[in-house]
């Protein structure tokens, strides 16, 4: 079988051959010529036949333009020393030196990777399992119930809920967490509680646990709508081959949220760069080793300065837009191997 | 391959859109508000864009609206021209992110208002108006008693930030009800043992009475703040005579006061205080206004003894709010101990003026005249914004008001026609008016006239303002360097990765003193020799 290109070229070649033979040209070339001609004539002929519908495309095609091309210009920062004061200045690639070699530039890099994938992993993970428990859940009102009550952490903007962890889990007196632990004797009742936010060893638990519990309701609607589409005739047919429910789970359910599952991973792998606003309200200067990204070290460097450098800022954003982009590829690969069509 | 391309294009877009969305408008092509053309004889200005941190009690919900619409009543009085003020007030805590968003964006403002570390980077940066001879030719300058404080400001001879008052800073407050029930005296509290003691017994002998051990000896925002000076004012007693931050030496040598053994002795006090617990643990991560809250708050547990605080305005506000949650009727301002010695009053806040960089200067000048020069009249407009609005903030009309009505805590309070009273305040009416943005004890030019018996009738603001200037020493000078401008995020978070690696994790110091050299080493080196090459 021929490549798309081979049979492109055989219907232009059938297509001149009957240009030569209906007599509108007498030799190859002129009837190539007429081809091209017929071709660009379909094209304005085709816009025009659908010209409501490309003058309805037009306001969505300027906002994009202007709102994500733009901005696309000030790339070229990225090559300047450029501050809120002055004219920007040309220094080359020297705001990359400085970027690759700042530590705390690279800790950032490793972090977003570790703390965006493994927050995917995890939440995905959660999402299916209580996806399995809601659909084998025989009370329709306490299904309900617990879906809106799993939904709704979903709709609490970050800084809220930064603020109740952030009262619940602290190491002072009125720190709830700390309260029952020491309650418990499980620390000291008279020593210091443990600082969940301040503490290295702890901060990343606390994250994917926040995580976890703000977005797994959410994550569940997908797999609940692939679920409620499971033929019943399967497990019509794993009961009467003496399946038990387990089983039915196992071998009904799960294979038939495998492809979700890895759909649902794939979509949200494009988009593991862009990790910011969980991280900013829950972190401090204590954790940064642990905790700090890429979008929050942006953050600090231009926001904390009162004269930052945006060159250096653009640059690390270029960085991060390229390992982004090069993430939506690798994905854009991966469900074609998988699910047979891209992304893109 | 075109998808490909496309991929990466719009990956790209998408995140640039974050990170580079300013399109680029360099301080040359900074423009004014204001319409109408240039002249070099006289400009005419028909508004003024302000930007402000929360100095200005006359917030939104304290009747900004009344407040403007006087000074605009006030300015067409005294020039005859119509002036719109448009105040942008940022947020107090994250003025510094905010104002960087705002010339992100290309949005610069008239006139703003600059804590001193700002301003220290913004000098000699070329945004800034030279107002040396506008200040020189001021309107006010025969009223000035403190001519010092603005002559400080000048850098190689320019001023480029003009203050209406002195910095202020602060001391620590300690609750009376807490000392009595330890069985101690804030006049007995002279050494740095005597200190600590204090804090151990407000820590372990439950001094709110509740029968548990939840309260701590003191509490602040942070070990060190940073990045804002003079950095260590929150927790004076522990750092003493530590200066933390790049600062000129007796012998005018500059230094990195963070890598001198008074720090290293400082962060050791620090380490202990928090391994004993008297020190509130969620210091680190409480904002000024978390901080500030605990100890006020109405429940105390968490709560703690001593805090240090802004002097003046803030002992009778600290005070306001301990009786209105029933907590305590007395704050004690402790007297330096011997080895803080003084507390310090910090650079001062200046207003500073946004050159439009066209090489004309009436529009500056025009702006000078109109807003700065009015501020200091010693009459309606210095009221303005010592005091806030008439009959809003304050009035000298008769009237008679109670607060905390029905409460053990009600204060009656009348005053006869003519008689100059702060009222209640709009947002509050439990709480009574004290100021506007500038402290009538700090400011640098006296109330003239018909005002000049405009007092505030604050006892404790002025026996807190008194306090201070009797217990205060300057602060160190900022530095002027490129080369800290450019690093400073990263120095500040080495900073403060020394501070939670020994403070809260119980470091060594030395080891933690050792990474913090190895971040920025170079850096500290490379400034300190620019700054002492000058």
């Given at each position: 079988m021929g490549s798309k290109k081979e049979t492109m070229a055989a219907i232009q070649e059938l297509q001149v051959q009957d240009i030569i033979n209906t007599g509108l040209a007498n030799s190859k070339e002129e009837a190539q010529k007429v081809w091209k001609k017929k071709k660009a004539s379909k094209?304005?002929?085709?816009?025009?036949?659908?010209?409501?519908?490309?003058?309805?495309?037009?306001?969505?095609?300027?906002?994009?333009?202007?709102?994500?091309?733009?901005p696309m210009l000030g790339i070229r920062f990225a090559f300047f020393d450029y501050k809120p004061v002055g004219d920007p200045k040309w220094v080359g690639l020297a705001n990359f030196q400085k970027m690759f070699s700042t530590r705390a530039f690279w800790i950032s890099f490793g972090n977003t990777l570790f703390l965006s994938i493994l927050k995917l992993l995890l939440t995905t993970a959660t999402s299916v399992l209580v996806a399995v428990f809601l659909n084998e859940m025989r009370l329709l009102w306490a299904k309900k119930t617990l879906q809106t009550l799993i939904y709704l952490p979903h709709f609490m903007s970050w800084a809220v809920v930064a603020a109740i962890f952030s009262l619940m889990l602290s190491p002072s007196a009125t720190g709830m967490i700390n309260g029952i632990l020491k309650d418990l004797n499980i620390i000291d009742p008279d020593g210091s509680g443990i600082y969940f936010l301040a503490n290295k060893a702890w901060w990343r638990p606390i994250f994917f646990l926040i995580n976890i519990w703000k977005e797994t309701g959410w994550g569940t609607v997908i797999f609940l709508a692939t679920l409620s589409g499971i033929n019943p005739e399967l497990y019509e047919a794993a009961d009467i081959d003496g399946a038990s429910?387990?089983?039915?789970?196992?071998?009904?359910?799960?294979?038939?949220?495998?492809?979700?599952?890895?759909?649902?991973?794939?979509?949200?792998?494009?988009k593991v760069m862009n990790m910011f606003e969980s991280v900013f309200v829950l972190y401090n200067s204590a954790v940064f080793d642990v905790s700090d990204v890429i979008s929050t070290y942006i953050y600090r460097q231009t926001f904390t300065n009162a004269l930052p450098n945006y060159g250096y800022s653009t640059a690390v954003g270029l960085f991060k837009s390229l390992v982004g982009g090069g993430l939506v590829i690798l994905c854009n690969w991966a469900s074609k191997k998988i699910r047979g069509r891209g992304i893109l | 391959m075109k998808k490909r391309l496309v991929a990466i294009l719009l990956a790209v877009a998408t995140t640039m859109s974050l990170v580079a969305c300013n399109g680029g408008t360099p301080s040359s092509e900074v423009v004014s508000g204001q319409t109408g053309s240039e002249t070099t004889k006289e400009y005419d200005l028909t508004s003024i864009k302000m930007v402000v941190d929360g100095t200005l009690t006359a917030n939104l919900d304290n009747r900004q609206d009344a407040f403007v619409e006087q000074w605009q009543e006030a300015i067409k009085e005294k020039t005859g021209k119509d002036v719109a003020l448009n105040i942008?007030?940022?947020?107090?805590?994250?003025?510094?992110?905010?104002?960087?968003?705002?010339?992100?964006?290309?949005?610069?403002?008239?006139?703003?208002?600059?804590?001193?570390?700002?301003?220290?980077?913004?000098?000699?940066?070329?945004?800034?108006?030279?107002?040396?001879?506008?200040?020189?030719?001021a309107e006010f300058q025969s009223r000035i008693e403190k001519p010092e404080i603005n002559e400080s400001l000048k850098r190689d001879g320019k001023l480029y930030g003009f203050s209406p008052a002195y910095g202020n800073g602060c001391v620590t407050y300690v609750k009376k009800a807490w000392l009595d029930k330890v069985g101690m005296n804030a006049s007995d509290i002279k050494t740095y043992d005597d200190y600590y003691k204090m804090l151990l017994a407000f820590t372990n002998e439950d001094p709110d009475?509740?029968?548990?051990?939840?309260?701590?000896?003191?509490?602040?925002?942070?070990?060190?703040?940073?990045?804002?000076?003079?950095?260590?004012?929150?927790?004076?007693?522990?750092?003493?005579?530590?200066?933390?931050?790049?600062?000129?030496?007796?012998?005018?040598?500059?230094?990195?006061?963070?890598?001198?053994?008074?720090?290293?002795?400082?962060?050791?006090?620090?380490?202990?205080a928090y391994k004993d617990g008297v020190i509130d643990p969620a210091a680190l991560t409480d904002s000024t206004k978390t901080a500030r809250e605990k100890f006020f708050s109405n429940d105390q547990a968490g709560s703690s003894g001593s805090f240090a605080y802004w002097a003046g305005t803030w002992y009778q506000t600290l005070t306001d709010n301990l009786i209105k949650n029933e907590v305590d009727s007395e704050l004690v301002m402790l007297e330096p101990i011997k080895e803080?010695?003084?507390?310090?009053?910090?650079?001062?806040?200046?207003?500073?003026?946004?050159?439009?960089?066209?090489?004309?200067?009436?529009?500056?000048?025009?702006?000078?005249?109109?807003?700065?020069?009015?501020?200091?009249?010693?009459?309606?407009?210095?009221?303005?914004?010592?005091?806030?609005?008439?009959?809003?903030?304050?009035?000298?009309?008769?009237?008679?008001?109670?607060?905390?009505?029905?409460?053990?805590k009600e204060k009656s309070y009348e005053y006869k026609d003519g008689e100059f009273h702060l009222k209640q305040s709009p947002n509050d009416e439990n709480t009574l008016w004290k100021?506007?943005?500038?402290?009538?004890?700090?400011?640098?030019?006296?109330?003239?006239?018909?005002?000049?018996?405009?007092?505030?009738t604050s006892e404790l603001a002025a026996q807190g303002n008194i306090f201070f200037v009797q217990h205060c020493k300057d602060a160190h000078p900022s530095p002027v360097s490129d080369v800290l401008t450019e690093n400073n995020g990263t120095i500040i978070d080495a900073k403060n990765a020394v501070i939670s690696k020994v403070v809260v994790e119980g470091g060594d110091i030395d080891a933690a003193l050792a990474d913090y050299k190895a971040a920025v080493g170079s850096i500290i080196d490379q400034a300190l020799e620019d700054l002492n090459s000058k």
């Open positions: 094209f304005w002929k085709h816009i025009w036949n659908h010209r409501g519908f490309y003058l309805m495309f037009l306001p969505v095609a300027i906002f994009v333009i202007i709102l994500y091309y733009w429910r387990l089983q039915k789970i196992w071998y009904v359910t799960v294979p038939a949220l495998s492809q979700t599952i890895i759909i649902v991973l794939i979509l949200n792998l494009a | 942008n007030q940022l947020d107090h805590s994250g003025y510094v992110d905010a104002v960087g968003r705002l010339f992100a964006g290309g949005d610069y403002p008239d006139v703003m208002i600059m804590p001193a570390s700002m301003f220290a980077q913004y000098a000699n940066t070329g945004l800034l108006w030279d107002m040396t001879e506008a200040y020189d030719n009475g509740n029968g548990k051990n939840d309260t701590y000896g003191t509490d602040a925002a942070g070990f060190l703040k940073a990045d804002e000076a003079p950095y260590i004012n929150y927790l004076p007693e522990f750092w003493q005579d530590a200066y933390p931050a790049i600062y000129q030496n007796d012998q005018g040598q500059w230094v990195d006061g963070f890598q001198e053994e008074a720090t290293k002795k400082a962060l050791e006090r620090l380490q202990k803080v010695g003084s507390y310090i009053n910090r650079e001062a806040p200046v207003w500073v003026i946004i050159d439009d960089g066209d090489g004309d200067n009436s529009r500056e000048q025009a702006i000078f005249d109109t807003f700065i020069d009015t501020m200091l009249d010693g009459g309606k407009i210095q009221v303005l914004w010592t005091y806030g609005a008439e009959d809003v903030h304050w009035s000298t009309k008769a009237e008679s008001f109670v607060l905390n009505a029905g409460t053990d100021k506007n943005a500038m402290d009538p004890a700090l400011v640098i030019s006296p109330l003239v006239g018909d005002y000049a018996g405009f007092t505030n």
